[in-house]
């Protein structure tokens, strides 16, 4: 079981890593967002860039989950609540590998 979570674990990692790394990549388009009275080119660059910023830290959020799941993998203290210490349940990890809370306490 150990083995399947590590495994999944650093391929999620690796997938987030990806997402991250192309969603921070520089836009293509050079050049200053200009704001106007109507709806424009600039206000819709200006909106994609929020929503990009909510993603990124979306997407860090998940990767220190991951990598707190890693870390109590390597300790030995993977598949525990780290609130109450009780076990997590095997389809919680199962769903959710990089869990490190059970359902109570999530």
Same mark, same amino acid.
């Given at each position: =079981? ?7 674990? @650093? ?6 890593? %990806? ?11 050079? &050049? %200053? #967002? ?9 206000? $819709? =660059? %200006?909106?994609? *860039?929020? @929503?990009?910023? $909510? @993603? ?5 959020? =998940?990767?220190?989950?991951?990598? *707190?799941?890693?870390?109590?993998? @390597?300790? &030995?203290?993977?598949?525990? !609540?780290?609130? !109450?210490?009780?076990? #997590?349940?095997? &389809? ?9 809370? !059970?359902?109570?306490? $999530?």
């Amino acid at each position: =079981m150990h083995d399947d979570a590590g495994r999944l674990l @650093a391929e999620r990692e690796e997938r987030l890593v %990806a997402e991250l790394a192309e969603l921070t990549r520089p836009p293509d388009e050079v &050049g %200053a #967002i200009s704001f106007g009275k109507r709806v424009g080119e600039g206000t $819709s =660059m %200006a909106v994609d *860039r929020l @929503a990009a910023v $909510s @993603a990124q830290e979306h997407l860090l959020a =998940m990767l220190d989950e991951v990598r *707190r799941a890693q870390q109590r993998l @390597a300790d &030995g203290s993977y598949g525990t !609540c780290e609130v !109450c210490g009780q076990a #997590i349940p095997a &389809g919680r990890l199962e769903a959710r590998p990089w869990a490190t809370r !059970c359902v109570a306490h $999530s």
